[in-house]
DNA sequence: CATAATGACCGAACTAAATTCAGCATCAAT
DNA sequence: ATTGATGCTGAATTTAGTTCGGTCATTATG
């Protein structure tokens, strides 16, 4: 019988903390996941097996959630994106609202404090694509109204960044917060 | 002298349609961009080096934008999830506004039609840092406000999707549009 | 209408990368 | 000091990526 004995780390979630070169590898990955793991382990000062063990982990972790192509919005025709606010009656979060996640349109569903209930993120081919998914908004039951932005030009857009701003420029006006 | 005699059609852009092989590849790439050559020719009825061979032509046409690790949020320090509508005096997109690209913590940076002039998503550790990238918008040039919509809580989020809902069920009571 | 040219595919052969493994170094806890 | 666990390296092996010649279907051309 040759049961793994390490069966139980394998499978853990408790997320240990990243270090520096896992920081690293993930910095890479975002911009790249196509690169061979010897490339891999020389950006990062390791060799291929170890670069290779690193994200393995990062993947059993749920560090790294997945590695997907990324599209041209255009490609697949669909110039024309938009954030939708829904005001709804009630609580929002309800499966009739929830159900518009099938459509291919929908990129986003948040549940947001503010004055509106939910926000979307939509991509459609069009005006008229986008009206008809508000036209379907509208039809689910809870829905007050919705407010659209759309956008005219996108000047940024990537994934979750695995850095993070170190200090941020405290202004001299600003009092200390107390936590 | 070997000269590759097909220079033209290697480095088109125009976009040539995507038939709907092309979006099936798509599809399973945006879902797992880790499989074989030989499990995506599989799945969309190709040998792999078919397979290959569209892929290599959707990477060169700019379809397939790139292939990225996605990264678990809470997994790199920034649970708080945040959308950013800034009202600016004249045109929002000046250089001064545009370097907060280089903050890690913003993934994306829009200009939109409706009452707000630019639209931000930004993903911090925790409410103070989000305070210290506002402070920091607070100080750019241009700004005059800025509403801020926090998450609760994500129900979707996805890369760009290669499928396009084919029709809209138009209410009854909408009138036929001339366009 | 025949025929050349093109584009896309397949299978086989080859090259490169992924993966496994044994052995070693480091560190923490006993 | 000794044990055990962890993470690394370099070499060996397996698997996948990649190239290539040939075929077929489609379309343009004589």
Same mark, same amino acid.
């Given at each position: ?68 192509? *990324? ?8 110039? !024309? &994106?938009?954030?939708?606010?829904? +005001? %709804? =009656? ?18 986003? *569903? ?8 939910? !926000? &979307?993120?939509?991509?459609?081919? +069009? %005006? =008229? ?51």
């Amino acid at each position: 019988m040759d049961t793994e004995t390490d069966d139980i780390q394998r499978n853990r979630q408790p997320t240990r903390e990243l270090d520096p070169i896992d920081r690293k590898i993930l910095g890479v990955l975002v911009d790249d996941a196509t690169i061979s793991y010897a490339e891999l382990g020389d950006r990062v000062g390791l060799s291929p097996p170890a670069a290779h063990e690193r994200v393995k982990r990062l993947r059993r972790s749920g560090a790294i959630r997945a590695t997907s192509a *990324i599209i041209d919005p255009k490609a697949v025709k669909k110039p !024309l &994106l938009a954030f939708v606010h829904i +005001d %709804t =009656r009630g609580w929002g979060k309800t499966p009739e609202l929830m159900a518009i996640s099938e459509c291919p349109e929908v990129e986003e *569903i948040h549940s947001v404090a503010g004055d509106s209930c939910m !926000l &979307l993120k939509v991509r459609t081919e +069009d %005006t =008229r694509a986008l009206e008809g998914l508000l036209s379907r908004l509208y039809e689910t039951p809870g829905v007050v109204s919705t407010r659209s932005y759309v956008v005219l030009s996108t000047y940024l857009e990537r994934p979750v960044q695995p850095d993070i701003t170190a200090e941020w420029p405290t202004p001299k006006h600003m009092a200390t917060p107390v936590y």
